[in-house]
C-alpha cells in the first residue's frame, strides 16, 4: 500500500523560506512522477511542481525562480524549497506521486505566510 508522508510546513514570515519533504514507501517509484500540488479555500487545487525520476521538473508560473523541486530516488523523497513567500502562497500543500496507473496525494501540510 502506498503511503506519503509529509513534514516541514508552518507559519513563515514573507520573504522567508520552508522546505516541505514527502516520503513514499509501499512501491518502488522509479518511474513515478512526484511532486506538488497546492489547495487555497475557493480555489481549485493547482500544481506547483513536478518531476519523473530522471527528468527536468516542471514548474507552475508562480513558483519560477522562487521554488526548487528536488528528490531523492534512493531514499523515495521528494522536497520542495520555497522562498521569498508571498502570503499569496498560504496554502495546504500536498505530496503527489503518479504512479501508473494510479495517483497518490499525501495527507496535506499547511504552510502559512503572515507578519
Avoid at 527536468?56 to 528536488?70: E, L, V
Wanted: net charge positive.
Amino acid at each position: 500500500q502506498v503511503q506519503l508522508v509529509e513534514s516541514g510546513g508552518g507559519l513563515v514570515q514573507p520573504e522567508g523560506s520552508l522546505r516541505l519533504s514527502c516520503a513514499a514507501s509501499g512501491s518502488d517509484f522509479r518511474i513515478a512522477h512526484m511532486g506538488w500540488y497546492r489547495h487555497t479555500p475557493g480555489k481549485q487545487r493547482e500544481l506547483v511542481a513536478v518531476m519523473s525520476s530522471g527528468g527536468p521538473a516542471n514548474y507552475a508560473d508562480f513558483a519560477k525562480g522562487r521554488f526548487t523541486i528536488s528528490r531523492d530516488n534512493a531514499k523515495n523523497t521528494v522536497h520542495l524549497q520555497m522562498t521569498n513567500l508571498k502570503s499569496e502562497d498560504t496554502a495546504v500543500y500536498y505530496c503527489y506521486v503518479h504512479l501508473p496507473p494510479r495517483s497518490y496525494w499525501g495527507q496535506g501540510t499547511q504552510v502559512t505566510v503572515s507578519s
